[in-house]
């Protein structure tokens, strides 16, 4: 079975660009990692880069067997750094960032996040499962207060409840259970910045008119950049990455 991905990064409407992509061989799968970055004044830079760079050296060194596992300690690992990177800096109160990786080995697949970047699985064309944001909205659609497709537009969208960098006394990360890698299978990490202006089922109708993952990401960042155009409020940034499983 053949990986095939491609990545975007760009900074939307901002001064800088605060969300970090990333991609690691370890020595027995492929990662894939997104982090945006809050905290303002580059901060968020900071936080992101260093957790894309925690997971990406921690999966150049795996030697386990065992995926979730391996992913548990990625997510600590990062936590670890940029909580001593604040500490360095004098900066407790900033610095913090979201964080999703995916992880793929020759038989299975499995994922972890933190925050409101999400991981989209494709399976046939349409979206299997997705990750459910560490947000005040999130936990809205989950009490049955306002529907999913709220989301999008809603005035706490922009409120975590989970992210790197926020201390914790136990993980607030998500672990999702391995899925078997099957050909045909797309994966989508993307930023807030990216799928806020783009619906699920235009995501669906571009990967299905899509030659590969280049195309398929570029063609949804030419909508992203055009719902982006139309709003009153200045774009953020946005970030993707794509994962084809052939």
Known sequence: MELKYYSLSADGGRDHNEDSVGVADAPQFKCFI???GLGGHGRGEVASSLAVETVRSMAEKFSGNDLGEW?????TAAQQNVIAEQESENFRSGMKTTLTVLAVSEKTVQWGHIGDSRLYHFRRGKVSRRTLDHSV???????????????RHHPDRNRLLRVIGAEWETPKYEI?????????????????GFWELIE???????????????????????VVLANGAKQEAQMDNYSAIGVWLC
């Open 34 to 36: 997104l982090a945006d």
């Open 71 to 75: 992913l548990a300690d990625a997510f």
């Open 137 to 151: 909205p999130q936990m809205l659609v989950s009490a049955g207060q306002i529907k999913e497709k709220e989301i």
């Open 176 to 192: 999702a259970k391995a899925v078997n890698a099957s050909r045909g299978d797309a994966y989508l990490l993307c930023s807030d």
């Open 200 to 222: 699920e089922k235009q995501m669906e109708k571009l990967l299905k008119a899509a030659d590969s993952p280049e195309q398929w990401l570029c063609s949804m960042r030419d």
